[in-house]
């Protein structure tokens, strides 16, 4: 079979969102691109352009979406030669939500990141109508599976001052699992937009059936008080801040608003938006409620003079009953993935912690008996925290094996939330213990490289100290792939994460272990419970500029990131040359902060999780690699593929 230029497919327009839908939105059902309209819709409402949203769904499976803003513009494009709106609804990365830069932009703080929005919606479906209504006149264009079938014309006169749109979708159910778009995620979102945008009227209606609206003129202290089961210990606190222009840590208009109330018991209401994007996920942004919230009522307590004598509350002390509704407004939001669920953005945690604290500290004060009895929560919390911890080791001589002594262990016995760093070194093992969590995560230095363990008999084991320490942390015994499940049953942590230096002894030491857990302790990995952490090899110091744009820090896994993140800055006008680039010899060099940071915090660190391969694949490549007979074998496979080596320089 010939292989000639012709043999490249160059995939053009939206020609890439049909072939690989996957990559652009969810394809179990055609919420998504449904909520990529409303999103539209509702940005015009953050921008105060529109008062009513109404979304209907039809017999025949598609979905209209009409609101009262601006109308999409609908005259030729500058660029394009095409009218505005045809650019909007056919090319990828268009839109008004770039213009970032301009402070009276309505699209300034809007769910919009990768800028595909509407053009996936369209390329998705086997057939989009859009009307416009703007300056005097209506517009209507169709479209079908991404292309235009009806050009935009002008249908007839508009009041002058009457505006708006309206865009009707059938998705086409080849691209997803199921056609039917589940009625009360609809449902869940449409409510958000009212909560979130006082006196917006969302309206949703299905056809030949009922009808909803929601609107919230109180907002989100209103929406609250409705989803509290039971009364709380105080008042909802409900208010908003954003930085001004004079701010120069943040960029003007960031910020958040929140409501949060605490309960003594009853369900809980939790609920979190990032530009009016729900966030069911969480992410950075409820990081920084958590730590404002923490700060807030430890002030109050140690100011006070509340907290019993050997007691310190931590954040998930004083979060264990709040409820809340979180809406933070970013300039450049960073999601997971093109579906937004969760935030990733590592400056919203001090962004929302700033914005936060100084209130909800102002507001305990000014409420000193509600404020009390939210920090009597807090305190019974870790309280009971503290006992649980308090475990009554057993010597060996009553069957149990103590814990390591250089174990430095959490607090917390759920093994949904615990993990153990097997930190390599002393000194980063030190830094780990100072920067970590210690209600979750649990650091056990190791000394050197372990032992290679491939061809050493289980009964043999611990023989060797640190193999020891390591079974005798987890709480598992060795066996082998044939056991039954019931072998984790005793497992302490519900991650065990390999934290090595970025270098060649790092790699070797990560391989061992590897064996180890490979050969002696298999359904660790085929559970999914064994981790690579991946600490950054380059520090990035970028210079400030100007008050909107603080001095910063970016870290780089790799050369290629480092690259990247060089290429990054210039496109933002930065010089390489101002940028100073440190490069990490280890673990080691890293301070606790640095080290939670980069490669600790679960809401800024990048884990990779080691899978089980076949044993029939495995089985002799690990046999090649690790035992001590098979030098020759070891010595051809690196004579034939050294050269796939690239020399580090």
């Known amino acids: 079979m010939s292989y000639t230029a012709e043999s490249i497919a160059v995939l053009k327009g939206l020609e890439p969102v049909r072939h ?72 990828l990365h268009a839109g008004g939500k770039f213009n970032k830069n301009d402070g009276d932009s309505a699209y300034r703080f809007s769910g919009g990141l990768h800028g595909v929005g509407v053009s996936v919606t369209n390329a998705l479906s086997s057939r989009l109508e859009v009307e416009v209504t703007r300056d005097g006149g209506r517009y209507r264009m169709a479209f079908s599976g991404g292309a235009v079938i009806e050009p935009l014309v002008r249908t007839g006169d508009a009041p002058r001052k009457a505006s708006g ?232 001589q009553s069957g149990v094996a103590i814990l390591p002594g250089k174990l430095s262990d959490c607090q917390s016995e759920d093994i949904r939330r615990n993990e153990i760093f097997l930190v390599e070194g002393d000194s980063a093992g030190g830094s780990a213990k100072s920067g970590r969590d210690k209600e979750t995560q649990a650091i056990l230095p190791l000394r050197g490289k372990v032992l290679n363990t491939w061809e050493v008999e289980a009964g043999s084991l611990f023989a060797n100290r640190e193999v020891h320490d390591i079974a005798v942390a987890l709480g598992i015994d060795p066996h082998s792939q044939e056991a039954d499940a019931t072998v984790l049953a005793n497992l302490r942590y519900g991650k065990v994460v390999i934290m090595t230096d970025a270098d060649v002894d790092g790699s070797h030491i990560r391989v061992l272990l590897c064996t180890l857990f490979y050969r002696h302790f298999p359904k660790l990995i085929e559970h999914g419970h064994l981790y690579f952490a991946q600490p950054p090899l ?38 390489p040359e101002s940028v100073s680039i440190s490069r990490f010899k280890g673990l080691g060099e890293m301070n606790s902060e640095q080290l939670w940071e980069t490669t600790m915090c679960p809401d800024t660190r990048r884990l990779m999780r080691v899978r089980l391969p076949r044993q029939a694949e495995a089985g002799p490549v690990m046999n090649m690699l690790m035992a001590k007979n098979e030098s020759s074998g070891r010595r051809a496979w690196m004579e034939a593929n050294g050269a796939l080596v690239g020399a580090e320089i």
Not at 309 to 334: C, M, T
Not at 566 to 574: C, P, S, V
Request: hydrophobic share 40%.
């Open 165 to 396: 749109t309206r865009v009707r979708a059938w998705p086409d159910p080849r691209f997803f699992d199921s056609p039917d778009i589940p009625l009360t995620e609809l449902e869940r979102l449409l409510r958000s937009k009212a909560v979130l945008l006082p006196g917006l009227e969302v309206s949703l209606s299905i056809e030949d059936g009922e009808s909803r609206n929601w609107c919230f003129s109180q907002g989100m202290q209103q929406y609250l008080a409705e989803q509290l089961q039971d009364e709380g210990v105080a008042p909802i606190f409900a208010a908003e801040k954003y930085a001004s222009r004079e701010d120069e840590n943040f960029p003007p208009g960031s910020g958040a608003a929140w409501a949060i109330c605490w309960t003594a018991e009853g369900g809980l209401a939790r609920e979190s938006y990032v530009n009016l994007i729900p966030t069911p996920a969480g992410g950075t942004h409820e990081a920084g409620l958590r730590q404002a919230a923490l700060d807030a009522v430890k002030s109050f307590a140690e100011h006070h003079a509340l907290l019993p004598k050997g007691v310190k509350i931590s954040a998930e002390d004083v979060f264990s009953r709040a409820s809340f509704v979180l809406a933070a407004r970013l300039l450049d939001p960073s999601f997971q993935g093109q579906t937004k669920e969760r935030l990733n953005s590592r400056d919203a945690v001090p962004l929302i912690l700033r914005m936060v604290r100084d209130p909800l500290e102002l507001w305990l004060n000014e409420h000193p008996d509600a404020a009390k009895k939210i920090t009597e929560l807090a305190i019974r919390a870790a309280q009971a925290r503290s006992r649980a911890g308090q475990k009554v080791e057993k010597r060996k």
């Open 20 to 91: 690989r839908p996957g990559m652009y939105t969810r394809t179990d059902c055609p919420l998504h691109i449904i909520q990529e309209i409303i999103d539209n819709a509702a940005d015009e409402a953050l921008g105060g352009y529109c008062r009513h949203i109404q979304v209907t769904l039809h017999r025949d499976q598609s979905v209209s979406v009409q609101d009262d803003g601006r109308g999409i513009p609908v005259e030729i494009h500058p660029m394009e030669g095409v009218p505005t709106v045809e650019v909007v609804f056919t090319r």
């Open 538 to 575: 380059y520090r990035l110091d970028v210079p400030g500029q100007g008050k909107n744009r603080p001095p910063r820090k970016i870290y780089a896994l790799d050369n290629a990131e480092r690259e990247a993140a060089l290429d990054k800055l210039r496109l933002e006008k930065i010089k």
